[in-house]
């Protein structure tokens, strides 16, 4: 079982909510990011989606194109990412991290390089937002082989077909887009999302992150009724990009702890 599935099975025993903040690896500060991580577990968070900076996020909005812009000024390569993961790992062998990005910094790696890379680093699980089901086959086989999960998104536009090609490939956790657009963009409407999700779950049993608009205690528990977890990127981001980079994990806990405080108030066992 990987960490992420464990983490799944003991919130279900719990019956409490996951928590996944988002954070692009190098913003606001390469020498931070190892810290930021250990504040965001300690803040609370199941798992941390470590966004891998790319010179075209085609699927994010502005404030997490911004982050991979100053995330790339900084030099912040695929290795050095992998670096702070496996430097993070040193004291925390729990929290699940995975990796969030693009199809072409992978492809120029090599993709079963990449692969063992990550394993080697103590990563757990990848999302390749421009890697769809039909073309993934043998990258979620090369993951899967070394007990890493393979992520994949679904939005409301998603057809029966298209959920079922996902669920045949997908394990940890299925992330599903609340909005069409890019990330940041429009308003959370959580009815949508609570009848998307019961159509989902007819095809996997794999359990469900809901992001895209959840940027607070009340959105995030409003999600969480109809969710396994919620993912919260831009609002966090903002929160960061808005602070002096030597308090940003000062900001990150301030941010994401009464999240966990009202998730858990509202949803444990």
């Given at each position: 079982m990987s960490r992420i599935q464990q983490v799944f099975k003991d919130l279900a025993a719990q019956g409490r909510k996951g928590l996944i903040p988002f954070v692009t690896a190098g913003d606001p500060d390469p020498h931070h990011v190892v810290e930021l991580l250990?504040?965001?577990?300690?803040?609370?968070?199941?798992?941390?989606?470590?966004?891998?900076?790319?010179?075209?996020?085609?699927?994010?909005?502005?404030?997490?194109?911004r982050s991979s812009e100053r995330a790339l000024a900084h030099g912040i390569?695929?290795?050095?990412?992998?670096?702070?993961?496996?430097?993070?790992?040193?004291?925390?062998?729990?929290?699940?991290?995975?990796?969030?990005?693009?199809?072409?910094?992978?492809?120029?790696m090599g993709t079963q390089k990449f692969v063992d890379a990550a394993k080697s680093a103590g990563v757990d699980g990848v999302l390749v937002v421009d890697y769809p089901p039909e073309?993934?086959?043998?990258?979620?086989?090369?993951?899967?082989?070394?007990?890493?999960?393979?992520?994949?998104?679904?939005?409301?536009?998603?057809?029966?077909?298209?959920?079922?090609?996902?669920?045949?490939?997908a394990s940890g956790y299925v992330y599903y887009v609340s909005l069409t657009g890019v990330t940041g963009a429009g308003n959370l409407n959580a009815?949508?999302?609570?009848?998307?999700?019961?159509?989902?779950?007819?095809?996997?049993?794999?359990?469900?992150?809901?992001?895209?608009?959840?940027?607070?205690?009340?959105?995030?528990?409003?999600?969480?009724?109809?969710?396994?977890a919620v993912v919260i990127g831009s609002a966090l981001i903002t929160a960061l990009e808005n602070a002096p980079a030597d308090q940003a994990c000062t900001v990150a806990k301030a941010f994401l702890s009464p999240i966990r405080a009202a998730l858990d108030a509202k949803f444990k066992a």
């Amino acid at each position: 079982m990987s960490r992420i599935q464990q983490v799944f099975k003991d919130l279900a025993a719990q019956g409490r909510k996951g928590l996944i903040p988002f954070v692009t690896a190098g913003d606001p500060d390469p020498h931070h990011v190892v810290e930021l991580l250990h504040a965001l577990a300690q803040a609370g968070s199941d798992v941390i989606e470590l966004g891998v900076p790319f010179s075209d996020p085609m699927a994010d909005g502005p404030v997490i194109q911004r982050s991979s812009e100053r995330a790339l000024a900084h030099g912040i390569s695929t290795l050095k990412i992998l670096e702070f993961v496996s430097e993070f790992r040193k004291s925390n062998l729990n929290t699940p991290i995975v990796l969030m990005g693009y199809a072409n910094p992978i492809e120029r790696m090599g993709t079963q390089k990449f692969v063992d890379a990550a394993k080697s680093a103590g990563v757990d699980g990848v999302l390749v937002v421009d890697y769809p089901p039909e073309e993934s086959i043998e990258f979620a086989r090369e993951l899967r082989e070394v007990e890493l999960d393979p992520i994949f998104l679904l939005a409301p536009t998603s057809t029966d077909d298209r959920i079922e090609k996902v669920a045949k490939l997908a394990s940890g956790y299925v992330y599903y887009v609340s909005l069409t657009g890019v990330t940041g963009a429009g308003n959370l409407n959580a009815n949508s999302v609570s009848s998307k999700l019961p159509l989902i779950r007819q095809h996997t049993s794999v359990p469900v992150g809901v992001g895209f608009g959840i940027r607070d205690a009340e959105s995030a528990c409003r999600v969480a009724e109809s969710s396994d977890a919620v993912v919260i990127g831009s609002a966090l981001i903002t929160a960061l990009e808005n602070a002096p980079a030597d308090q940003a994990c000062t900001v990150a806990k301030a941010f994401l702890s009464p999240i966990r405080a009202a998730l858990d108030a509202k949803f444990k066992a």
